[in-house]
């Protein structure tokens, strides 16, 4: 509602700009309202469809020619449209003239042309300076989100309850002699050091991102004796990016809320990468529905909207006691 008084206070300002100061020269007060309606209504219509569909036409397909071209011909038919209604208001005198009018319906077309011209470039600019402006504003956003990424992440790095899970389960192997306790302390040493050294960066390997998910997998299921956990990855992972530490969220929410007293108790993740789109599916059972309110996930949700944009769709559904995650992802812009 806002935005659409200030645009609707704008053309009015413009149109009284206009009317007192490009037809001065008419005397009756009449004549100056209906030629400044109508130069007003034309260069609104041309300005509304360079902004508000030939513009983001433009910002999607990144075609030049075709901007152009469209320009022209919405240009030319705005134009021809205007010369024609006011030849049949002139010739019908509907409005009458109160002053000589030596115009032929040449130099007619000719107005029409420039009032539309003016509406094209005015749509084009102001498109074009709203979107740098939001982009500048976008980067702003996320380099206070990337500083608050890295607040979670120093904070992640010394959870105190995982340490403490992940200790006492490398404890208990010693004690007990099961298990394989070299194993589960290599796997802590490699989570601690990808989050020291590799999370820091705007994007980490997917095969190191990868690894981290599976070693925290497997020192998650060495407390979990009553849950059925699976983790698959299938594709080629080299030579591609991630943002760090982008799907951790997930596979956390789903250890955490995962049930303990149903007959199937499950944790299913899966990865498939097709060239440089990534399609992760992490889906878990669940007894009460406390999933997917957690600030994590919030975070999770702003870091791809910022990073990714229009590359990533995200749906996260809840039916029969499973609660499942798919998210899909291009890599590669």
């Not at 309850?161 to 194993?183: A, I, M, R, V, W």
């Not at 998650?220 to 991630?242: F, H, P, S, T």
């Amino acid at each position: 509602m806002r935005k659409f008084g200030v645009h609707l206070g704008f053309w009015l300002v413009f149109f009284l700009m206009w009317n007192r100061l490009l037809y001065f020269y008419v005397n009756n007060e009449w004549n100056r309202l209906y030629f400044s309606a109508l130069d007003t209504g034309l260069i609104l219509l041309t300005f509304y469809a360079l902004y508000a569909y030939l513009m983001p036409d433009y910002f999607r397909r990144r075609n030049l020619g075709r901007l152009i071209i469209l320009s022209g011909l919405v240009g030319l038919l705005l134009a021809g449209l205007a010369a024609w209604i006011m030849g049949l208001l002139l010739q019908n005198m509907i409005v009458p003239i109160h002053f000589d009018f030596s115009w032929t319906y040449k130099d007619m077309q000719y107005n029409r042309l420039f009032m539309t011209l003016l509406g094209i470039l005015a749509g084009i600019f102001v498109r074009l300076a709203l979107d740098r402006f939001e982009l500048r504003r976008s980067l702003v956003a996320m380099e206070k989100e990337r500083s608050a990424a890295e607040l979670t992440y120093l904070k992640a790095q010394l959870n105190p309850h995982f340490l403490f899970n992940s200790l006492n389960s490398l404890y208990s192997q010693l004690e007990l002699g099961t298990g394989d306790p070299k194993q589960t302390l290599s796997a802590l040493a490699d989570m601690l050091r990808y989050q020291l050294y590799d999370s820091g960066q705007d994007l980490a390997s997917l095969n190191k991102e990868l690894a981290y998910l599976a070693d925290y997998i497997a020192l998650q299921k060495l407390r979990m004796d009553n849950c059925e956990v699976n983790y698959k990855v299938a594709g080629n992972i080299e030579n591609l990016e991630i943002a760090p530490l982008l799907l951790i969220s997930f596979v956390e929410n789903a250890f955490k809320h995962v049930s303990d007293n149903l007959i199937e108790n499950f944790i299913d993740i899966h990865v498939l990468i097709n060239e440089s789109q990534l399609d992760f599916t992490c889906r878990n059972s669940y007894e009460t529905s406390t999933t997917g309110k957690g600030i994590g996930l919030y975070n999770v949700r702003k870091r791809l909207s910022l990073i990714y944009g229009e590359r990533q769709q995200l749906m996260i559904k809840e039916d029969n006691n499973i609660y499942e995650v798919s998210l899909s992802i291009c890599l590669k812009s």
